[in-house]
């Protein structure tokens, strides 16, 4: 993102879940800042936002996910949790 200073906000829409430890995801709208981000570069990349979101998972110790997703508009675990958790910022 060198064309973007500073810490934008990312909006992401669309459907998530995670099936056997496996994180599915169906990005449908996606923005940087104010600026929409193009359907084809979505798609082109949508494994990479997978394993950039795996990778962030994968840091916080005493955490598992097992499944996760969302049914008649709540939010399904399972997994453990870890007591305390805290991620830093990406650099």
Do not use: C, H, W
Request: net charge neutral.
């Amino acid at each position: 993102m060198r064309f973007i200073k500073g810490n934008p906000s990312i909006y992401i829409k669309g459907t998530g879940s995670v099936v056997n430890g496996q994180i599915n995801l169906d990005v449908q709208q996606m923005k940087v800042g104010n600026l929409s981000v193009p359907a084809s570069i979505i798609q082109d990349n949508e494994g990479s936002l997978i394993s950039f979101m795996q990778n962030m998972i994968d840091k916080i110790p005493g955490l598992s996910i097992n499944n996760a997703g969302f049914v008649n508009g709540q939010v399904k675990f399972e997994g453990t949790l870890p007591a305390v958790a805290s991620v830093s910022p990406i650099e």
